[in-house]
């Protein structure tokens, strides 16, 4: 199994909009790849709710068989499309892949 978690840091505005309304909509669009990405095993995404200046705004864990399913994530045409959302929305990323 591989656990995939990434961290993102939204811009304070961004393609007019604030930077709250950007994160539920990243939310959202995340949540939406349920379903359409075949090696996707689990997903889970929401905005932080603790008001702390270092902190990141979104959070999404997702999970996988394999890393060939991370891979096949990361290519599938419903991720990409999310990926070229959060180029214009945030302005910092953390992320980190494990075995378990």
Do not use: W
């Not at 939406?32 to 929401?46: D, N, T």
């Not at 008001?51 to 996988?64: C, E, K, N, S």
């Amino acid at each position: 199994m591989v656990t995939h978690l990434v961290y993102f840091s939204l811009k304070p505005e961004a393609d007019g909009r604030t930077g709250a309304e950007n994160a539920a909509i990243l939310v959202e669009r995340l949540k939406q790849l349920r379903g359409k990405v075949p090696s996707l095993r689990a997903l889970e995404a929401g905005v932080n709710v603790i008001q702390d200046p270092d902190a990141y705004d979104v959070g999404l864990y997702t999970q996988f068989a394999d890393m060939a399913g991370l891979e096949a994530y990361r290519i599938h045409p419903a991720h990409v499309d999310v990926v070229e959302f959060v180029k214009v929305v945030t302005d910092g990323r953390s992320a980190v892949d494990f075995e378990n």
